[in-house]
């Protein structure tokens, strides 16, 4: 497994872990759901250098019973891949065919208190402000494909990295629940701080915003036998 892989596995496998493991969390109420991503670069920094995106992520919120569930802790990763390319180059003479390939993603980790009832209504409301961490990853390789046999590829990786930064978010959305389960969508605002511009060398840090939409699918943990 790639760096970029274990970054999205190890907070997925500690959030499973947290929410579904341990029968006393188990027993309180935890909303689990998974989303699907669309993100829209906002502002001139994100325009520069990105475009619209898909991608995917988990979040779980712990209501606080004490304050009649109005009160919710928030946490959650997605992952979203930003840039997707591949560049041809084929020789004039022999007709050999290269392509240059560059993958570009965005990780994000993120906490906070989310507003909004969080018991068993039909109807759930809430916003939420959450602190973020932040690691933007760019990867371009050069490969001679083969079009009979692709694991028969040459594949050689001009360039790797990651780059890590702190963010926030801002997010507005509700859910439809069915007591064991709920239906979510929603809009999150979110800002990262002292990107790398394109990851290249010597190159200037931006401040890039995005505008997310996301639609999800999520069970009330609490109303399950564990």
């Not at 930064?165 to 507005?172: I, N, T």
Request: proline share 5%; charged share 15%; with cysteine.
């Amino acid at each position: 497994m790639d760096r970029r892989g274990v970054c999205w596995f190890l907070p997925l496998a500690f959030l499973l872990a947290t929410a579904v493991a341990l029968p006393g969390t188990a027993r309180a109420q935890v909303n689990l759901s998974f989303h699907g991503i669309h993100m829209d670069p906002s502002g001139q920094d994100a325009k520069d250098f990105s475009r619209a995106a898909y991608g995917g992520g988990l979040h779980a919120s712990f209501p606080v019973p004490q304050l009649g569930n109005l009160l919710a802790g928030g946490v959650g990763i997605e992952l979203v891949n930003m840039l997707s390319e591949t560049h041809e180059f084929r020789d004039a003479q022999t007709g050999l065919r290269v392509e240059q390939q560059t993958n570009q993603e965005y990780f994000r980790l993120y906490l906070g208190p989310e507003i909004g009832p969080h018991g068993d209504g039909f109807f759930r409301p809430h916003v939420g402000v959450h602190a973020a961490l932040v690691n933007c990853g760019i990867s371009t390789d050069v490969v001679v494909p083969d079009d009979n046999n692709r694991e028969n590829e040459i594949r050689q990786n001009l360039r790797s990295e990651n780059r890590t930064a702190f963010g926030y978010d801002l997010s507005a959305g509700a859910d439809l629940n069915f007591g064991k389960w709920f239906v979510e969508g929603g809009t999150r605002f979110a800002k990262s701080f002292n990107v790398p511009q394109q990851l290249g060398g010597g190159a200037v840090s931006i401040h890039p915003s995005y505008l997310q939409i996301y639609v999800g699918l999520g069970v009330n943990l609490h109303h399950w036998k564990v």
